[in-house]
């Protein structure tokens, strides 16, 4: 198709294409085409500039006529995108604007600083210039002055000579004169006397040779001067015999002459005068070493020693000296002594004073406690309804826990668990120590007992509100009024006898009475009005601790005051860190706790003592210095208790050490509250003659240090809920160290008992047989003196041993040496027989001597 078929062009007006239709417009330079496909081919048409239907300028060719927009677009879709177009316009002609806007700005700004940089060169050229100038007129000054000097000096020269001059000479002795001699005048006309008159008559003669005299001393003094001067100056080339000469002075070196000529430039431009002198506030502990001293002064260490030889202390800069020496040693230097103490880096945990407005209300934190196997975890586990007791070794509570509990009426209360287990008196106080209220368990079918006594005493010793649970209600031997009456004899009164502390009857099994002690938890919350700031620095107390194989040591935190936060830098005890994790008791992870919130806490150097406080410090350096200032008074402590003072407690110890038979052993336990607890009943365990000596506890597995510590003291490894890892059970094995693992408190108490006992001395018994009377004594060749008795009382036995008594007197014991019947050697005889008797390495025996028999019987001893 073409302009030649006397029709017009598709597209470009006629109305539309029969057999085609439009599908693009588009422009190349100032030539419109149109593509119009047929149903034969597709052809490229130009466009007519003024053809009705072409574009008029700056009109969208898509928006009149819907044949020449693309393609299944709309009339919305197409004012959408060119909205858009003149948006991204609009918006790219505000960004150049801005940009030309800025770069205007910081030019300005550039030039600004050109400005100023050049002002402060400006400045400091004139100011150069001024001191050279300065210097240059102190310069020409002195100059001045030393001509000046110079003159003056050549003036009275003159004057001495023109007076020499016009006054006669004195006479010249025999010898050689004197300086003072050839300089001092003539003597007066006045006063002279015959001699004087003589040498004054001979003085022309005479000043000859005084001239030629002085003019050769000149020419010496010249001589030696140069002589001086060629000495003074190395010439040559320098041997070792120079060097190890003793002639000649000691050089300038050209570090001397460099230095001379530093301090002339500066002193001539006016930079060396000497700068006053700072006074320092120097900080001084109760001892500080020499060098320490100095750098905290800004002195140099070598005056300080100086300064303290002058006193009479000979000490090198290493040495430590008293803080009162060195405060004389800081006021002789002129500066200020500040006493401060070692434990004045405890000051930096701060001490803040809550406002009421600030202060929150927070959970109570509420402690089960009670005997043990009264139900105290099944209780807990009821009001979680959870089930922890099933995962306790032997169905006991091992260790400490925190949880959090929300209760059906939306309040939220903290529970600590304790176990009820005599040895776990340690974790009980602290449980008492961090509680709010302690809600006592007693079972109903048992009563009070050992440990329930203890759980009042740390409660009445913390001064918490009390809540007394009486569980295993379901029970068929249930008597909560027996419980009630128990509780009369330790001064608690429950509120069903008319007492103040409330009583609630539960069961854990069957969920009985939950809700009322949930109840009377919070109704004494509500008395208490427990509140606190959650916006100061955090302060909690460690429930537990732990050393884990993968995240390292791990605290149990309870969250007394303030907000403890993901990355805070906290001092616990002898141990400091970094918050790197918080574990709720749920396993989540959390990045902050409140009040009353127990936590886990990842990021310490070290793994903590249950009880330590745990207190947020601002920075790490802090943090360290607190925890190096406790571990070292710490080991002091330690150092003072095993240290004896004194000879006789010397003598004491070693006395004691001797007759003390000790058991040594490593513990190993999971947490460190259950390492205190069983650290604690090893040490009850024992007597005067026997003890149990704990070389080592300790969190986490058995390792091999412990295994090489355990061989050199031939000890045993208790472990207690962890296991040796596979380097320190092959090492065991080679070495002949036994390793024992324990679940369960009551067997490894038991078992140390009984290994403690075998190290006790066997109790050996006499037991009395029989009585024999000496009615005559023979001597027999070969045997020795041969006593012969008759049994008055019991049996003789051969195997026994016997007592010689003479007047009711035992003058010897000792055993038998044959025991014979007639001629024969028997086992024994009977009361009323005659035999024949002979001691061994014995032969004083004497008619009418009475022989006493008896058997040892040694009994094994054990430990109560």
Known sequence: MSDTDGKKPLGLGGGAPRSGQ??????????????????????????????????????????GDPSKRPAGISDAEMERRLAALKAAKAREAEDAAKRAEDEKLRGEDRARRREEIEAKEREERARLEALRLKAEEEEAARKAEAEARVAAAAARKADVLGTSRRQPAAPAPAEKPSAEQREAPAAAPGGADAATTRTRNLAPALAPRKSERERDERATDRDRAKTKGDEGRRSGKLTLSDVTADEGGRQRSLAAMKRKQEKARQKALGLGQK????????????????????????????????????????????????????????????????????????QAIETVTDRAEDKMVRP??????????????????????????????????????????????????????TPGHAAFTSMRSRGAAVTDIVVLVVAADDAVMPQTIEAIAHAKAAKVPMIVAINKMDKHGADPTKVRTDLLQHEIVVEAMSGDVQDVEV????????????????????????????????????????????????????????????????????????????????????????????VEVLGLNGTPQAGDVLNVVETEAQAREIADYREKVTKDKRAAAGAATTLE????????????????????????????????ALEKVGNDEVRV?????????????DVALAEASK????????????????????????????????????????????????????TFIGYAQIKEVFKVTGVGMVAGCIVTEGVARRSAGVRLLRDNVVIHEGTLKTLKRYKDEVKEVISGQECGMAFERYEDVRQGDVIEIFEREEVQRTLA
């Open 715 to 766: 000890a045993p490894i208790i472990g207690f809920n962890v296991r040796a890892n596979a380097s320190a059970r092959n090492s065991a094995h080679q070495k002949g160290v036994e390793i024992r693992y324990y679940s369960i408190i009551y067997d490894l108490v038991d078992d140390i008992k009984k290994a403690a006992s075998g190290l006790l001395k066997a109790e050996v018994r006499e």
């Open 22 to 63: 439009v599908k693009q417009s588009f422009s190349h330079g100032r030539t419109k085409s149109v593509v119009v496909e047929t149903k034969r081919k597709r052809v490229v048409v130009p466009a007519k500039p003024g053809a009705a239907g072409a574009a008029a300028p700056g009109a969208n060719p898509h928006l």
């Open 507 to 598: 069961s854990a099994k069957t969920g009985m009475g939950l809700d009322n002690l949930l109840e009377a938890i919070a109704l004494q919350a509500e008395i208490l009005e427990l509140r606190a700031n959650p916006k100061r620095a955090a302060q909690g107390a460690v429930i537990e601790a732990k050393l884990d194989v993968g995240r390292g040591p791990v605290a149990t935190v309870l969250v007394q005051n303030g907000t403890l936060r993901k990355g805070d830098i906290f001092v616990v005890g002898e141990q400091w860190g970094k918050v790197r994790a918080l574990i709720n008791d749920k396993g989540e992870t959390v990045l902050e706790a409140g009040p009353s919130v127990p």
């Open 649 to 680: 407690q010397l003598m004491a110890k070693a006395k004691a050490d001797k007759s003390v038979a000790e058991l040594p052993v490593l513990v190993k336990a999971d947490v460190q509250g259950s390492a205190e607890a069983i650290v604690q």
């Open 364 to 417: 109570p934190i509420v402690t089960i406690m009670g005997h043990v196997d009264h139900g105290k975890t099944s209780l807990l586990d009821a009001i979680r309804k959870a089930n922890v007791v099933s995962g306790e070794a032997g169905g006991i509570t091992q260790h400490i826990g925190a949880y959090q509990v929300k209760t059906e009426g939306g309040a939220i209360v903290t529970f600590l668990d």
């Open 693 to 705: 000596r704990v070389l080592h506890s300790g969190v986490g597995a058995i390792t091999d240090t």
């Open 275 to 346: 700068s006053e002198k700072q006074v320092r506030d120097v900080q001084l502990p109760e001892t500080i070493v020499v060098s320490e001293l100095a750098n905290r002064m800004a002195e140099r260490a070598a005056d300080v020693v100086k300064s303290l030889m002058k006193m009479g202390m000979m000490v090198t800069m290493n040495q430590a000296i008293d803080a009162d020496t060195a405060e004389l040693v800081i006021e002789e230097f002129g500066h200020k002594a500040v006493r401060v103490s070692d434990a004045d880096v405890e």
